[in-house]
């Protein structure tokens, strides 16, 4: 029997509950913003660090923070209502775990995420419809400039930027340093390695293997601060630019989601700069998320759209992973998925 779309949508398809009518369900998606905006404010006032010792009456929250209490309630009430806050007595709020992740001094916090959700990110996807109709990145209309030189421009951004990228990837850095096979690699450069964490992760992990973290300068300068003293001897910092040069001597290099940032022409020069010092016999890893087919629910799907609306950039499927690596000189070999959604695209130098 042929399925129609009315079908497709009473099975639940694309994550919709059946019983919910269509109108319903389109009003709970538009209304998903006012959650974003909300978790926003939340993090930019710092609320959850807050409310670390122990529950506080709203009042002493606003005097804090310099809010309004009335409309402070609201915020937090509406917050209550998604699981991020608890509101244990009439007008006194404490933590639950969502809340509790909002916390600056987590290692996995959300908070530089909701941040940047809220402010840059925002900024982009606002653009959401120029950048249809145009297909470039409408931030730079908004941030003067492109991403990352804006993030050279605004250290304070900058610093969020890697911080989220640390926090975000805590779990994705610990599945990939343990599901991939680092082993046989002498030295490994991790290309847009940001703060370094997955290569850090990665070296903890093989103890025989040398790291090179290779981002742009003040990136470095960030990461310098930050390395594991721990890794010291093993794990050597480079500042430069992946389109002019990377670091060469390697036997195996990372791209740990770079080429996502980057449209098809982008990522083809950053792919032929490693091929043209990567050796006989080395390794490619990229680590990315591979857009699954079907319709099925996929952050990697929404992604796509900050991705286009951000940098110009675009997630990939499996066949346009193997296409680009191919006309960069690369066979793709392998793809390792991990349990927490990113995969290890294995290629290796042809000819
Ligand atoms: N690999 C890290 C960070 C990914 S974000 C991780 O997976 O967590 C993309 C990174 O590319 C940023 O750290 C950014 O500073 C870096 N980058 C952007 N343009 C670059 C360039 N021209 N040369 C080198 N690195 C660059």
Redesign the pocket.
């Known amino acids: 029997m042929k399925e129609t779309a009315g079908d497709v949508a009473s099975s639940g398809g694309a994550g919709i509950p059946p019983t919910e009518p269509p109108r319903a369900t389109l009003t709970r998606m538009l209304m998903g913003q006012a959650v974003a905006r909300a978790l926003y404010v939340a993090a930019r006032l710092g609320i959850a660090d807050l409310l670390a010792g122990g529950p506080r009456p709203v009042d002493e929250l606003a005097e804090a923070v310099g809010a309004d209490a009335g409309a402070l309630a609201r915020l937090l009430r509406a917050l209550a209502g998604s699981g991020v806050f608890a509101e244990v007595a009439p007008g006194r709020f404490g933590l639950t775990p969502l809340g509790d992740c909002l916390r600056e001094d987590r290692p996995d916090s959300a908070r530089p995420a909701a941040i940047l959700y809220g402010e840059e990110y925002s900024w982009a996807l606002d653009g959401l419809l120029k950048s249809v109709r145009t297909g470039a990145p409408a931030f730079e209309h908004v941030g003067g400039a492109s991403f ?1 030189a804006y ?1 050279e421009q605004y250290p304070e951004v900058g610093a969020r ?2 911080r989220n ?2 926090s975000r ?1 805590a779990a994705r850095n610990a599945a990939v340093s343990t599901t991939y096979d680092f082993e046989g690699i002498t030295t490994l450069v ?5 703060e370094g ?2 290569l850090q992760a990665v070296l903890a992990e093989f103890p025989a293997l040398q790291g090179i973290l ?3 300068p003040p ?1 470095i300068e960030r990461a310098r601060r930050s390395s594991d003293q721990a890794l010291h001897g093993r794990l050597e910092l480079v500042a ?4 002019v040069s990377v670091p060469t001597g390697a036997d195996a290099y990372l ?4 080429l996502h ?1 980057w449209d098809d022409e982008r990522a083809l020069a950053i792919l032929r700069g490693v091929r043209r010092v990567i050796p006989r016999g080395g390794r490619l890893l990229v ?1 990315e998320e591979v857009l699954p087919p079907g319709d099925v629910p996929s952050p990697t799907r929404l992604l796509d759209l900050l991705m286009l609306t951000l940098v110009g950039g675009k997630e990939r499927t499996e066949e346009e992973f193997r296409e680009l690596l191919a006309a960069a000189g690369f066979a793709l070999s392998r793809i390792i998925p991990t349990t927490v959604g990113v995969s290890v695209i294995e290629a290796r130098p042809i000819g």
Do not use: K
């Open positions: 990352f993030l930027f890697d990228m640390s990837n991790d290309v847009g390695g940001g964490a997955l290779f981002d742009l990136v430069g630019d992946a389109f791209l740990a989601w770079v940032d680590v």
